[in-house]
Nanobody, 115 residues
Framework: QVQLVESGGGLVQAGGSLRLSCVAS????????MGWHRQAPGKRREVVAI???????NYADSVKGRFTISRDNAKNTVYLQMNSLKPEDTAVYYC?????????WGQGTQVTVSS
């Protein structure tokens, strides 16, 4: 069974940066899409960014120009570099991937941006 473990969340002031990491317990080299999602209190979970196996990213409009998703298949790791953070970015951030038909989620990491 595949596990995804996120890390790197924390408390940061508005305008600051954080880098989230997601390590998979199995190889992601053949997993086409890996992604980051987030869920703020009282809101639905939303897609933040996704990345294909060959490194093509796609971003939610709300984070374009501020967040960068990347992956290192050799390390089974997906990253989310978050710059110019805003209070509205406060949420639990989840890593996600579809492993041979099984939709796998990490446990989430809390990101809190103070104004």
């Amino acid at each position: 069974q595949v596990q995804l473990v996120e890390s790197g969340g924390g408390l940061v002031q508005a305008g600051g940066s954080l880098r989230l990491s997601c390590v998979a317990s199995r190889s992601i080299s053949r997993i086409n899409l890996m992604g980051w999602h987030r869920q703020a209190p009282g809101k639905r979970r939303e897609v933040v960014a996704i990345i294909t196996n060959d490194g093509r990213p796609n971003y939610a409009d709300s984070v374009k120009g501020r967040f960068t998703i990347s992956r290192d298949n050799a390390k089974n790791t997906v990253y989310l570099q978050m710059n110019s953070l805003k209070p509205e970015d406060t949420a639990v951030y989840y890593c996600n991937g579809n492993f041979w038909g099984n939709d796998v989620w990490g446990q989430g990491t809390q990101v809190t941006v103070s104004s």
